[in-house]
C-alpha cells in the first residue's frame, strides 16, 4: 500500500528554526513527485511547492519562494520542508502529497504552531 | 495565479437528496498535453484531504459512484446522487494545470 507518514506536532518560538519529514513506502518514491500543502487554522488549502526526489528538482509557489525550504534524500524515502526563522503566522498543518498534479495520496499532517 | 472559485461555501443537504458544487477557473485548465487537470477532493472532519475525483471525472479507486465529476474549460461540477452521513465534510476543487496549483477555498457539506 502507497504510505506517506509525516514527523509528529511541533511547537517552536518565533524566530526557531524547524524541519518536517515526510516518508514514502509501498512505491517507487524517487519516480514520483511530492508536494507540501499548508492549511492555516479553520482555512484552506495552499500549494507551497513541490520536489522530485529522484533528482531534487524544485518547484516553489511564488508566494512561498524563500519563506521555506524544500528538499529530499531518495536514499531514505523522505522529503522535508524547513524554515529558518518561523514566524507566528507559520502556525498550521501541513501535508505532503504524492504527485505534481495528482495528489492522489496524502500524509496524516504535521501540526506546526509557532508561539513565543 | 488560477483562481478557482467555487459556489456555494455551505451547503446543507438532507440525507438521501442529491447535492452539487461548482468550481470555476479564471483560465482554462485545458494543459498543453490535451488533458485537463482537474481534481476534486474532500476532507472529512480532523481527517486529512481525500481525493475523489482526478482529470475532471474519473473517480479513484475505493469512491462510491455517488460521486461524480463533469465540465471542461473553466467550468467543473461535482456532484452527489444521494447524500449519506458520511459526506459530511469540506470539498475542494484543484487545478493541477497551472504553476503553481491552486484550490477552491472550499464547500462545506453538512445534513440539515
Known amino acids: 500500500d502507497v504510505q506517506l507518514v509525516q514527523s509528529g506536532a511541533d511547537m517552536k518560538k518565533p524566530g526557531e528554526s524547524l524541519k518536517i519529514s515526510c516518508r514514502g513506502s509501498?512505491?517507487?518514491?524517487?519516480?514520483?513527485?511530492i508536494a507540501w500543502v499548508r492549511q492555516m487554522p479553520g482555512r484552506g488549502l495552499e500549494c507551497l511547492g513541490i520536489i522530485y526526489p529522484g533528482d531534487s528538482e524544485t518547484r516553489y509557489s511564488p508566494s512561498f519562494q524563500g519563506q521555506v525550504t524544500i528538499s529530499a534524500d531518495k536514499s531514505i524515502s523522505t522529503a522535508y520542508l524547513q524554515w529558518s526563522s518561523l514566524k507566528a503566522s507559520d502556525s498550521a498543518i501541513y501535508y505532503c502529497?504524492?504527485?505534481?498534479?495528482?495528489?492522489?495520496?496524502w500524509g496524516q499532517g504535521t501540526l506546526v504552531t509557532v508561539s513565543s | 495565479d488560477v483562481v478557482m472559485t467555487q459556489s456555494p461555501l455551505s451547503l446543507p443537504v438532507t440525507l438521501g437528496q442529491p447535492a452539487s458544487i461548482s468550481c470555476r477557473s479564471s483560465?482554462?485548465?485545458?494543459?498543453?498535453?490535451?488533458?485537463?487537470?482537474l481534481n476534486w477532493f474532500q476532507q472529512r472532519p480532523g481527517q486529512s484531504p481525500r481525493r475523489l475525483i482526478y482529470e475532471v471525472s474519473n473517480r479513484d479507486s475505493g469512491v462510491p459512484d455517488r460521486f461524480s465529476g463533469s465540465g471542461s474549460g473553466t467550468d467543473f461540477t461535482l456532484r452527489i446522487s444521494r447524500v449519506e452521513a458520511e459526506d459530511v465534510g469540506v470539498y475542494y476543487c484543484m487545478q493541477g494545470t497551472h504553476w503553481p496549483r491552486t484550490f477552491g477555498q472550499g464547500t462545506k457539506v453538512e445534513i440539515k
Open positions: 509501498g512505491y517507487s518514491f524517487a519516480n514520483y513527485w
Open positions: 483560465q482554462s485548465l485545458v494543459h498543453d498535453d490535451g488533458n485537463t487537470y
Open positions: 502529497a504524492r504527485g505534481a498534479s495528482m495528489f492522489d495520496y
